[in-house]
């Protein structure tokens, strides 16, 4: 921060001016002074400069995910952003249309940043009341006590009942109203908004709609936020490497699909045939242990054995002719003819087909549907095998009317 920078520069000016004039005093004195210019370069180094172009666009292209906050090192909104989708189906995001050069200018402590934030912290001893910090925090802290509600199993597991951990929510209600409240140049420590979070969460037992009782809890921890535990945060805050950055944002992603995964895998439902409801912990059992499943293991693992004897490139050539992507196979299968029918063949058995499912000898208006789409696979299945038989006479350069076609 500038009021950091300039008491660090007045300090190391007074002991410079202070030292008496003697040789050795004067070289130690010009030793202690090159060190301390070495610190004030690193204190006054100002972070790599962003650029509000790149930030609009990453706003734009990844905004609903916090791509814009990612670049300008605000990794606290990234994350949110993230959970909520651009805070709340893109509302936040839309929000942030013509706060972007402001955030810019914060990251990369630009002067006029500066100025204005000084005249605040001379303007106000700790950050004044904003209702959409204080607004986000609730349904923040809403937010996470909700998906922590929703991933603890209703039905007991291996015998045991989870229910007691609904005594986890509090925590996370606390960290969705700290997280808010420590983005960008406010802070706060999470004690106290954790213990305002249990006191208030006991009303689950006087208010029986959860939705409410979250919300009470959220809004009392919130409270006790903005009023004992807000500051300013009165220098730039730190900036980790890409890797910290990585690990720490990994971790935070991981634990909050963990909570969603518990929650479809324990209390999520698919609706079956009759309409019926099967939770999905049991509808994987069964798919895991169905037939279909064992022959797609069963395949994979012969797959990869041939490939272990013949190669890969060989497995991927069987793989893509058995997907007959030319239709060739079901061509031949159409046609009633073997793989090594020759084109007199394919022509002869064409017109055969052709004269006995044309739909004009066919008078029951009934059939008649069924022998025009019959008639119709006969002439695409003529046509492609025409097709691949005359490439490969042009491939050839000569013509072999009984070549046989190897597959």
């Not at 597991?157 to 606390?174: E, K, N, R, T």
């Not at 041939?306 to 299968?333: C, I, L, P």
Request: charged share 20%.
């Amino acid at each position: 921060m500038g009021t950091k920078q300039t008491t660090s520069t007045v300090a190391s000016k007074g002991k410079t001016g202070d030292s008496p004039s003697g040789s050795p005093s004067k070289v130690k004195c010009n030793g202690t002074q090159s060190l301390s210019k070495g610190k004030n370069k690193e204190v006054n180094a100002l972070p790599p400069q962003k650029s509000v172009v790149v930030a609009y666009l990453c706003w734009l292209f990844g905004g609903i995910f916090g791509l814009h906050h990612l670049y300008l090192h605000r990794d606290r909104h990234a994350f949110i952003w993230w959970c909520t989708l651009g805070g709340y189906m893109g509302i936040g995001w839309m929000g942030e249309l013509f706060l972007i050069p402001e955030y810019v200018r914060d990251a990369n402590e630009d002067p006029r940043f500066v100025k204005m934030f000084v005249a605040k912290l001379q303007a106000y001893p700790k950050p004044p009341y904003s209702s959409k910090r204080f607004v986000g925090q609730v349904m923040i802290g809403h937010l996470f006590g909700q998906v922590c509600a929703m991933a603890i199993p209703e039905s007991l597991v291996g015998g045991y009942d989870l229910s007691f951990l609904h005594w986890a929510i509090p925590l996370f209600v606390s960290l969705g109203v700290w997280l808010v409240g420590n983005i960008g140049r406010e802070q706060g420590v999470w004690w106290h908004c954790l213990l305002a979070a249990y006191l208030a969460y006991p009303a689950r037992y006087l208010i029986y709609d959860e939705t409410y009782s979250l919300l009470f809890t959220g809004l009392v921890a919130a409270l006790t936020f903005d009023g004992l535990s807000k500051q300013w945060r009165r220098t730039p805050p730190r900036r980790g490497g890409a890797g910290e950055r990585t690990f720490k944002l990994t971790t935070a992603v991981v634990i909050y699909c963990a909570f969603w995964g518990s929650f479809l895998y324990f209390n999520g439902t698919i609706s079956d045939e009759d309409g019926g409801e099967v939770p999905i912990h049991e509808a994987i059992h069964n798919f895991l242990a169905s037939a279909w499943w064992t022959d797609l293991k069963q395949a994979l693992l012969d797959t990869y054995n041939y490939a272990q004897h013949h190669g890969w490139y060989e497995t991927w050539k069987e793989v893509f002719e058995s997907m007959d992507v030319d239709g060739e196979r079901n061509s031949y299968k159409v046609l009633g003819v073997s793989a090594t029918a020759s084109q007199a063949e394919i022509t002869a058995a064409y017109r055969k087909l052709s004269k006995e499912y044309h739909p004009d000898k066919v008078k029951d208006d009934g059939l008649r549907a069924q022998a025009h789409q019959q008639f119709i696979e006969i002439q695409q299945a003529y046509s492609v095998l025409s097709k691949i038989k005359s490439n490969r006479r042009r491939k050839n350069k000569q013509y072999q009317e009984d070549e046989a076609i190897v597959l």
